[in-house]
C-alpha cells in the first residue's frame, strides 16, 4: 500500500470516528444513564426487571425504572428512580 492511500484511509477512520460519535451524542439527549453501584457481593443487577452489567454504562428511557441488587441468598438492595432524557444519575444500590 502506498503512502498515500494510508493516509486517505486514516482521514476517513477519523471523519467515521467524529460521525459516530456526533449521532451518538445527539442519540445521548433522549436516554437517561444509570451510574449504578451495586452492594459487595451482589451477583446480578436488574433495571426494570433486565439483567445488566455494571461495567458498563446503562442507558434507559426517560421515566421511572427499579433497580434491584441480587446476591446469592436472594435480594440485597432495591431503589426506584425518576430519570430524565440527558440526565446522568449516580445510584448506590445499599
Do not use: W
Not at 482521514?11 to 451510574?35: N, P, S
Not at 427499579?66 to 425518576?82: D, Q
Amino acid at each position: 500500500m502506498h503512502r498515500a492511500d494510508t493516509r486517505t484511509q486514516q482521514c476517513q477512520g477519523a471523519r467515521l470516528h467524529e460521525a459516530r460519535h456526533a449521532d451518538f451524542a445527539a442519540v445521548r439527549q433522549h436516554v437517561g444513564e444509570l451510574a449504578l453501584s451495586p452492594p459487595p457481593g451482589a451477583e446480578r443487577v436488574l433495571v426494570a426487571g433486565n439483567d445488566v452489567d455494571v461495567r458498563h454504562k446503562v442507558y434507559v428511557a426517560p421515566g421511572e425504572h427499579e433497580s434491584t441488587a441480587m446476591g446469592p441468598h436472594g435480594l440485597f438492595a432495591r431503589a426506584r428512580v425518576k430519570i430524565e432524557a440527558g440526565e446522568t444519575l449516580k445510584l448506590p444500590l445499599a
